[in-house]
């Protein structure tokens, strides 16, 4: 009996990964490395400052922290760029009607991701208002999988973690839901995301 639900963002409401990795193939690209899809698949659900360190690592270098933030910085203004011309029809199949769907059942809607660019895409997609909460990136000090994101969450919409159902396509996404004491429904392949209570391949289904 599902009192609240709370969305992954990137991955789950609207496939961000194509941008995240353009812009983070030019850094490497600058840097003098190939960052391909597949070593963009373990970006997906961490932080920004981590998926940078994943990217280093990948590319066998190290930086001290000063410059890792100017990088860090120059990526997010290239994926700001691409992810200024999102609109409605970028929202994954059935977001709409399944959020719609259960604020109609007064079911409590909030949103649970690591982006810090969350509130602006939620702008983008004109969904803003059909959320109850939003926690993002810029509210959170621990990064998934630490349950912190979807505890806040939950809170903010005044609710026990078993009232709460978690949506998630990364796999760091469904550990965190799990360690928050929440039901976990997977969205993407149960290869990728083996410990969910449930897997589907998009909201358009249920
Ligand atoms: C997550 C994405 O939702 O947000 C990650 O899955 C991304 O790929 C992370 O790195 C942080 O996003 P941002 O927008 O703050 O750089
Ligand atoms: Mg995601």
Redo the contacts with the bound molecule.
């Keep these: 009996n599902m009192k609240g639900a709370i969305f992954?963002?990137?991955?789950v409401i609207v496939d961000?990964?194509k941008y995240?990795y353009l812009a983070w193939a030019k850094l490497a690209d600058e840097l003098g490395f190939k960052f391909t899809e597949e070593h963009n698949e373990r970006?997906?659900?961490?932080?920004?400052m981590r998926?940078l360190d994943i990217l280093l690592e990948i590319g066998g270098l190290e930086f001290p922290e000063a410059e890792k933030v100017v990088m860090a910085d120059n990526k997010?203004r290239l994926?700001v760029e691409y992810i200024s011309r999102l609109d409605e029809s970028e929202l994954l199949p059935g977001v709409k009607a399944y959020l719609t769907g259960l604020r109609a059942r007064g079911v409590g809607i909030a949103l649970g991701?690591?982006?810090?660019?969350?509130e602006f895409i939620l702008n983008k997609l004109n969904i803003t208002e059909l959320f109850d909460a939003v926690v993002d990136?810029n509210k959170v000090a621990l990064a998934k999988p630490d349950p912190e994101v979807f505890l806040i969450a939950c809170r903010e919409l005044q609710l026990l973690p078993e009232e709460c159902i978690v949506f998630e396509d990364?796999e760091a996404g469904v550990q965190a839901g799990q360690a928050a004491g929440m039901k976990v429904v997977g969205i993407g392949s149960r290869e990728v995301l083996k410990e969910a209570d449930l897997v589907i391949p998009g909201l358009h289904v249920l």
């Design positions: 992954d963002l990137d991955g961000t990964a995240h970006l997906k659900g961490v932080s920004r998926s997010n994926y991701s690591a982006s810090k660019n969350a990136g990364a």
